[in-house]
């Protein structure tokens, strides 16, 4: 059965520091891993990756992805109060569903 | 480009009743994908539809629950004689297409409670 554990599930840390947010996966036939951030309202897309060692960055955001390991980090540098959010791991699958982790819940203290 | 519009945000409704949920995919894309959030929960994958087809509803309760994206018109997630238990967010998403790189937006929600 394929799916998606995060880690942590949730994090706390003071405006300035870097974190790292974990996303391991099991899946039947790998298609793509998604990264999204949702606030108090719909998901909003961050990266999509499909390559094993590629990093993609946006900013202070950057994510890899490890094929071999199956897992995916989202680092975040600087952080400042506003990225407080839950960020969600997906997975695409064999079937193109999303097949969605819990969410690490991400607080940045001021 | 508008994005993907659902409607209503909010919704209430005594059990028993029936909710119905709209959303209006971006335009050009003519897959959408239903999930549901319970509080403090990740999403979970309810329904995904095509133009005129249903091509899994495999996250979807049997009872009470049906979906439709007609030729013209928005989808619609109807839920018929709701529970307290269906109280949740509901967001649609759409992409253009369905391959392993496509990314799917989302609409804002719809945020029913079962009174």
């Known amino acids: ?17 870097t974190v790292t947010l974990n996303c391991s996966y099991e899946v039947t036939n790998f298609r793509s891993l998604l990264w999204y951030k949702q606030e108090k309202k719909a998901p909003t897309f961050l990266f999509m990756l499909t390559s094993s060692g590629i990093e993609k960055k946006s ?3 950057s994510s890899i992805l490890d094929k071999k390991e199956l ?13 407080s959010a839950v960020y969600l791991c997906a997975l695409k699958g064999s079937n193109y569903q ?4 819990a969410g690490t ?6 | 480009n508008a994005g993907v519009m659902q409607n209503p945000r909010h ?23 239903w999930y549901r959030q319970l509080p403090e929960e990740g999403l979970k994958f309810m329904v995904y539809l095509q133009k005129e087809n249903i091509i899994d509803e495999s996250g979807m309760p049997k009872e009470r629950f049906s979906a439709e994206f ?6 619609i997630l109807r839920i018929q004689q709701v529970v307290r ?8 998403a759409s992409s253009p297409q369905n391959k392993g790189n496509t990314e799917a937006f989302f609409g804002q929600g719809t945020r029913l409670t079962v009174v």
């Not at chain 1, 897992?71 to 990225?83: H, V």
């Not at chain 1, 999303?98 to 982790?101: A, Q, R, T, V, Y």
């Not at chain 2, 238990?85 to 649609?92: E, K, T």
């Open chain 1, 1 to 17: 059965e394929d799916k998606v554990v995060q880690s942590p599930l949730s994090l706390v840390v003071h405006e300035g520091d």
């Open chain 1, 59 to 61: 900013g202070r955001l």
């Open chain 1, 71 to 83: 897992f995916s980090i989202l680092n975040i540098t600087a952080t400042q109060t506003g990225d």
């Open chain 1, 98 to 101: 999303l097949i969605w982790g």
């Open chain 1, 105 to 110: 819940k991400l607080i940045i203290k001021p």
């Open chain 2, 11 to 33: 919704l209430v409704r005594r059990r028993g009743q029936e909710a119905r949920l709209r959303c209006s995919p971006m335009k050009g894309h003519s897959h959408v994908y």
């Open chain 2, 70 to 75: 007609p030729k013209e018109g928005p989808s």
């Open chain 2, 85 to 92: 238990g269906d109280s949740a967010a509901y967001f649609c």
